[in-house]
């Protein structure tokens, strides 16, 4: 990340924090389902108020099936490291305040934007079934695990996650995926998108690998001697060796 991109990062992760406390101290929450939530869970001290003390004390939050329309407020859970908020209503979802997240499950909302540029720690994603048509993983370059199914991706820039094992992203627009940069990859699962190509000739420990329904798809590039354990493709899709 540039100097300029952290320095934009921190000025929005202060404005957050200013705006999202009131002069009191007391975190700032919108969102009525959400705001319930935090009460029930993060309230020591009974006040029916979330303050900046129990705000950064949370690691772990799981809001699953709660109604949210909106995780407003989330930028002063500091310290959180694990976050699981699927089957919500939330259509954005800003965490690049969150800088100590690792995981994150989000599938099964309407998101259409979703905002990891300060979650450089992050390993584990999910954020199948939503409405994106962008995903920004250029600052998470710790990524092992990446479920993104069920989307409406055009394109997946993955080149920066040179530690990605799994990823999963069947079900979108995907047209020519590059996975270059991907040495440790074991598992893909890319069917039923809008693939012409794709080269696998980068992924010596590819292990698993399904294409299939993918009908604009002729030709799979593979490393010579590459041997995959488990592959599902079209008829019509014909495999070339490299070498």
């Not at 979330?50 to 407003?72: K, T």
């Not at 270059?180 to 696998?200: A, R, V, Y």
């Not at 000739?201 to 698993?208: D, T, V």
Request: charged residues 25%; negative net charge; hydrophobic residues 35%.
């Amino acid at each position: 990340m540039s100097a300029r991109s952290s320095f934009m990062v921190a000025v929005m992760v202060v404005w957050m924090c200013v705006t999202s406390c009131d002069k009191n101290g007391y975190v700032q929450i919108p969102d009525p389902a959400f705001n319930q939530y935090c009460l029930e869970h993060f309230d020591t001290d009974n006040d029916r108020k979330i303050n900046y003390a129990e705000a950064d004390s949370v690691q772990i939050m799981v809001c699953n099936h709660r109604g949210i329309e909106s995780l407003e407020g989330i930028a002063y859970f500091t310290s959180l490291r694990i976050l699981e908020c699927n089957q919500n209503q939330l259509t954005s979802l800003d965490l690049s305040a969150n800088r100590k997240l690792e995981r994150l499950s989000c599938r099964s909302n309407r998101l259409t934007s979703l905002d990891l540029s300060g979650n450089r720690e992050l390993v584990h994603l999910i954020c199948g079934k939503n409405h994106l048509e962008t995903l920004d993983l250029r600052s998470n370059e710790k990524l092992e695990y990446l479920l993104c199914a069920m989307n409406r991706l055009v394109e997946l820039d993955i080149s920066r996650c040179s530690k990605l094992e799994f990823l999963w992203c069947w079900r979108n627009n995907l047209e020519t995926p590059y996975l270059g940069g991907n040495p440790e990859l074991t598992t893909l699962s890319c069917t039923q998108n809008k693939l012409k190509s794709l080269d696998i000739s980068g992924n010596p420990k590819l292990k698993a690998l399904n294409c299939s329904f993918n009908p604009y798809m002729e030709i799979l590039n593979t490393a010579s001697g590459q041997k995959l354990v488990e592959l599902k493709k079209d008829d019509h899709t014909k495999l070339e060796a490299a070498g």
